[in-house]
T-cell receptor, first 112, second 112 residues
Framework: AQSVTQLGSHVSVSEGALVLLRCNYS??????LFWYVQYPNQGLQLLLK??????LVKGINGFEAEFKKSETSFHLTKPSAHMSDAAEYFC??????????FGTGTRLLVSP | EPEVTQTPSHQVTQMGQEVILRCVPI?????FYWYRQILGQKVEFLVS????????KSEIFDDQFSVERPDGSNFTLKIRSTKLEDSAMYFC??????????FGPGTRLTVL
């Protein structure tokens, strides 16, 4: 079975500060890993994905994530937070054309 | 840019009534999914559909639930006799050959 753990239900940063959202996964087979963003009252938008190619993955809106097999981690980072980054972020794992298993989400709060 | 659409955006129903949630996936996708998100909780997988049949379903997807692709474009989720605990946001997703799932904006189901 696969699972995802997101540490921190809420993360607060100041505008311009580094954003770091943590995700650890568990999978018995090589995983595919995803980060999705959800703005209030909206659906899920894919930020980036890891599908066994480069371990450092760049996504939209300046976000990137690094797959670290030894640490079973896929943390999401952005060098400089913007007010518009305030949203809920979900890490998810799958093994291909199968279900996504989501973490519990991390709400990012950005203060001026 | 192609997108997944869902109707209605909000559905209010009485307990015990049947509801049908509709989704139009991206036209060249072959994999279809339903997820739900109870308010304040994580996104949970319900069912996946490929080649006109269910490929996987979760324990949530009991006999009260069914899915159908009636006309080659729509993808529906039916709940036969709704319960209070079915109140949630329901997301449809469709997937391409690159293991990426594209989500619709969701239908908020409220069961009274």
């Amino acid at each position: 079975a696969q699972s995802v753990t997101q540490l921190g239900s809420h993360v607060s940063v100041s505008e311009g500060a580094l954003v770091l959202l943590r995700c650890n996964y568990s999978s018995s087979v090589p995983p595919y890993l995803f980060w999705y963003v959800q703005y209030p009252n909206q659906g899920l938008q894919l930020l980036l994905k890891y599908t066994s190619a480069a371990t450092l993955v760049k996504g939209i809106n300046g976000f990137e994530a690094e797959f670290k097999k030894s640490e079973t981690s896929f943390h999401l980072t952005k060098p400089s937070a913007h007010m518009s980054d305030a949203a809920e972020y979900f890490c998810a794992v799958s093994t291909g054309f199968q279900k996504l298993v989501f973490g519990t989400g991390t709400r990012l709060l950005v203060s001026p | 840019e192609p997108e997944v659409t869902q109707t209605p955006s909000h559905q209010v129903t009485q307990m015990g009534q049947e509801v049908i949630l509709r989704c139009v996936p991206i036209s060249n996708h072959l994999y279809f999914y339903w997820y739900r998100q109870i308010l304040g909780q994580k996104v949970e997988f319900l069912v996946s559909f490929y080649n006109n049949e269910i490929s996987e379903k979760s324990e949530i997807f009991d006999d009260q639930f069914s899915v159908e692709r009636p006309d080659g474009s729509n993808f529906t989720l039916k709940i036969r006799s709704t319960k209070l605990e079915d109140s949630a946001m329901y997301f449809c997703a469709s997937g391409d050959r690159y293991n990426e799932q594209f989500f619709g904006p969701g239908t908020r189901l409220t069961v009274l």
